[in-house]
C-alpha cells in the first residue's frame, strides 16, 4: 500500500539525524517527490541542485523539532530535501488537480522548495482539504492548500462541516475571475411595474443565493426558479435563459460578458469589473453595509477558482522563497490565461480578506439566508 503523503511528511520531520551522522553506506536519499508533469512554464533553475545539511546539536525528538522557531525548522525540512505536500480537492482530473499541476511545476525545482507532492484530498468543494490542512498545519513550509471559493462560500454560510478559519492563512497566489448578472434586455427600474424576475437558484449554499440578495437589494421583485444544485447548474441556466424560461443569470468565468453577448443577453452589474460598460454593484448601491459586504464575499466566491496558501506563522523566509515560486506561476498564467487573472502578494492578500468578511457581515448574511431561503445549517 502507497503511503499518503501528509504520513510521509511526518515520518521525514521526525527522521532528521543527529549532529555529525553519515548516512549509512549505500542508503537511498530521503523519499522524493512524486513526478509532476510538465507543462508550458519553463523553469529556468531546473537541474539545480537542492541545498544539503543538518542541523547542529544534539538529537531532536520530534516534539523538540516542533517547538523550534519556524525558520529552524523550515530549514531542517529544506535540508533534509523533503518535497513540500499540497492538499488539492478532489477528484483527480478536476479543476483545482489541473491549476495545481500548473503550480508545482513552476515552483519546482527553485531552490529551497522542491518539486510538491500534489495529495487529493476530499471533493471538489474544498471542504474536507481546508479541513484537513487547518488539523494540520505547520508554520514550516512543507504542508499548502489549494483553497477553492466553495470552500469559502460554504464558510460564509455556517456549514457544519466547516471546522477552518481562513482569516490567519498567507495567500501566496490565486486566480481570479469575473462575475456578473446579465438579463433579457436592460436591468428593470424598482419603479417598474412588472411580473418578478425569474432567476436561477441551485441553493441557498451557491453563489446565486448572493446576486438574488443583490437584485433584491436593488429594489427588484425576484422569484427564484430551481436548478440542481450540480456541476451543470450553468449550463442548465444558460439553456434555461436561451429558451425563455429564465429573465436573468449569473454569469463566471474569465469572460463572463463575452458570454453574455453570446447568449444575447445583457451585462446589468459586476463585481471587480474592468469593462467600462458594465457597472460595477457598489456604485448601484453606494452605501456601506454588511450586507452589501456578503454580497461581495458571496459572488467573490464565484469569481476564486483556486488559491495557494500557507498557514500562520510561517516563517518570513519561507514565505519569501514561495513568493518567488508564486511570482514564476503568474508570468507563465499571463502568458497562457486559463482561469482568470493571476494576483500575487499584496493583491492575492486583498481578495483573501474581502472573502473573509467581518463577522457583522457573516452574521447578516446568514440572517438572509434564514429569512428568505429558511435555510438552516445541518
Known sequence: MVAHPLSQLRERRAAVPPAGTAPPAGAAPAPGAAAVPRTGCHNAAAGAAQPAGMIGGPFLSRRSLLALPPGLLAGAARAAGTAPVLLVPGPENGAAMRWATRLAHCVGRLPGIGTPQLSVTGGPDGVTAANRFATTEAPDGQLLLVLTGAALLARLSGSARVGYEVSG???????????????????????????????????????????????????????????????????????????????????????????????????????????????????????ASPLRDAVGAVLGSAQLHAGLMLPPLTAADVVATWRQGAARWREAERAAPAEGQPLVGSEAAAVLAALAPRPDAVLAWRDWLSRRLGWRPA
Do not use: K, N
Open 169 to 287: 492563512w498567507t495567500p501566496l497566489c490565486l486566480s481570479w475571475g469575473r462575475a456578473l448578472v446579465a438579463g433579457r434586455g436592460p436591468m428593470p427600474v424598482a419603479t417598474q411595474r412588472r411580473p418578478p424576475l425569474r432567476f436561477p437558484l441551485p441553493g441557498p449554499e451557491a453563489p446565486e443565493a448572493g446576486a438574488l440578495l443583490a437584485l433584491e437589494s436593488l429594489g427588484l421583485a425576484v422569484a427564484p426558479t430551481a436548478v440542481p444544485p450540480a456541476g451543470e447548474a450553468g449550463a442548465l441556466a444558460e439553456a434555461g435563459f436561451a429558451g425563455g424560461a429564465l429573465d436573468a443569470l449569473l454569469l463566471f468565468g474569465p469572460d463572463p460578458a463575452a458570454r453574455a453577448r453570446a447568449l444575447g443577453a445583457t451585462p446589468w452589474f459586476g463585481w471587480d469589473t474592468v469593462d467600462a460598460e458594465v457597472p460595477g454593484f457598489a456604485t448601484l448601491l453606494p452605501a
